[in-house]
């Protein structure tokens, strides 16, 4: 067996060959299966699962599942760690109206155009504020995952997935997008035995930089140096914005520059994306895109401060400690845990936490930081933000953001979509 | 002990270096990051909240900077457009209550 993924599972995909799905819309046309146009949200997790980026997921949750992920972060089989649940959601009018009901097969649409097969195994009711609770550790719908679980219908339907229709990834995306399998064969083709994944959901500033070089020369240790067998993967997450957010574009093309501009070896350096609404759950995130990392092939895995966190919701290392309650051998990825990056003046560079002895001399900075720079049309010293990642940012602006290289209301009406569901033909 | 502010940070360009300088105020510029340049336009805590809630896109970081930030450019513009009419940094009673008068047309009225 090989492409091994999270739970010691095999990574299988779960899509029809096309002549295969296309007969079968056909014979479940002629029977009258019942059909569903889904929203992009629930698209997007189609996706994912199908390609096994949720691996060993097979589907939607069942009330078994989600009620182990809250109480025990595993799925129903008790051992198997799962942070964050995965539901398909109905309001219960729709689904009256639909007459679904448990062991049918549906034909999910999207766009109004074929797109998947969902086994329905199982229909049931949540308490939202209590999943929460445990999730997210608040119930404040400020939050925006407990907004997101607050916002969900009131009937979940659970059961497995089959994709009928591959997603079209539109550009700039495409040549970032690789499924788990090709992720995998890239990093055999490129000689890599160490994987370490950079989480981003950001355009770099040199604090960034300087974690993934960390990181590498940290992880690398006593492998031989005479060829590169380990590489950083930055996998962007590509989902749901806000207001404010950079735009989807600017953050996978400032990644990519990167590498292209040699602060990263480009034998060592592979900008991806993985598609994902962020959740915000903070430690609970970090071991979900743990799990997500597994699938894609990765060894090692960055958790900066804070990581994955929204306010002040959680401690910033809390993301770290979550890891000391997991089971030993629960998780076949290493994570490689950051403290702070600063800009020491004394030292006059980008420093790290743990070495700096200016404490009381350090210039901090975020990405917040930068991003308040940026909007003020600043550009940052090259030491603290390269001049190659701002003239894309700015490039991005123009190209895609409709003259903002940070997500307005403007952009999320008239964006070009990240992936399309064709007609299947 | 010296009163807490919560500051807005104008980030300064050479554009706005000069204007700084004309109005005498470059001096009030501190160097962060590498020689970037800052103006700290101070805050008490209730003009922050009601910064806050006026501009729903700004936050305030807490773990960083411990300033406003994410404050769209056109205001940023305008506040640094009082600061450098008034030659002093303590504007935001006044940027405050000229928004508060005058709604959206503040962001094209001159500053007097």
Known sequence: MENIGHGGKEIVERILPKDAAIKRVNEMRAAKAKELDVRLQIATEVIDIAYGFF???EGFMTKADVDAV????????????????????????????????????????????????????????LDKQDMAQKVYGTTDEKHPGVKRTYQYQDKFIGGKIT????????????????????????????GWEMIINHQTRNVPHTGHEWLMKGAYLGAYGSMMVDKPRGGILVNAIIGSKREGDYIDEAIILCQEAQGKHGYFRDDIFLTTCSLWDMRYAGPR??????????????????????????????????????FD???????????????????????????????????????????????????????????????????????????????DAFVTEDYLKRRNPVFTIEPLK | MAEETYPINLWVNEERLEKLQAAGLAGMCKEVLAGLK????????EQRDKILKLFTM???????????????????????????????????????????????????????
């Open chain 1, 55 to 57: 691996s060993p997921l």
């Open chain 1, 70 to 125: 809250c109480d025990n972060m595993t799925l129903a089989d008790g051992k198997t760690v799962w942070a964050i649940p995965i539901v398909f959601d109905m309001s219960d009018e729709d689904l009256k109206k639909s007459g679904i009901k448990q062991n049918d097969e549906v034909l999910l649409t999207y766009t109004s155009n074929p797109f998947a097969v969902f086994e329905v195994s199982d229909i049931f009711t």
């Open chain 1, 163 to 190: 994709l009928l229709n591959p997603p079209k990834i539109n550009e700039p995306f495409t040549r970032f997008w690789l499924t788990p399998k090709q992720m995998r064969e890239r990093f055999k083709e490129k």
């Open chain 1, 285 to 322: 995130e970090a071991v979900f895109h743990a799990c997500l990392r597994t699938n894609l092939g990765c060894t090692h895995h960055m958790f900066g401060r804070d990581h994955a966190g929204v306010g002040s919701y959680y401690d910033p290392y809390d993301a770290h400690r979550i």
């Open chain 1, 325 to 403: 309650k997991l089971p030993k051998g629960s998780l076949n990825i290493t994570p490689i845990f950051n403290l702070d990056w600063w800009f020491c003046p004394v030292c006059d560079e980008v420093t790290y936490m743990g070495v700096c002895g200016h404490k009381d001399k350090k210039a901090s900075f975020s990405g917040t930081m930068i991003r308040s720079i940026i909007q003020d049309g600043v550009k940052p010293p090259r030491r603290i933000f390269r001049p190659e990642v701002f003239d894309m940012i700015m490039e991005c602006a123009e190209k895609y953001g409709f003259g």
């Open chain 2, 38 to 45: 800052v103006l700290a336009v101070p805050n008490t805590a």
């Open chain 2, 58 to 112: 700004a936050k305030f970081d807490t773990a960083t900077t411990k300033s406003i930030e994410l404050l769209p450019k056109f205001v940023k513009d305008k506040i640094f457009d009082l600061v450098v009419a008034r030659k002093k940094i303590d504007v935001m009673d006044e940027f405050l209550s000229k928004f508060e008068q005058t709604g959206d047309a503040f962001w094209s009225q001159q500053i007097a």
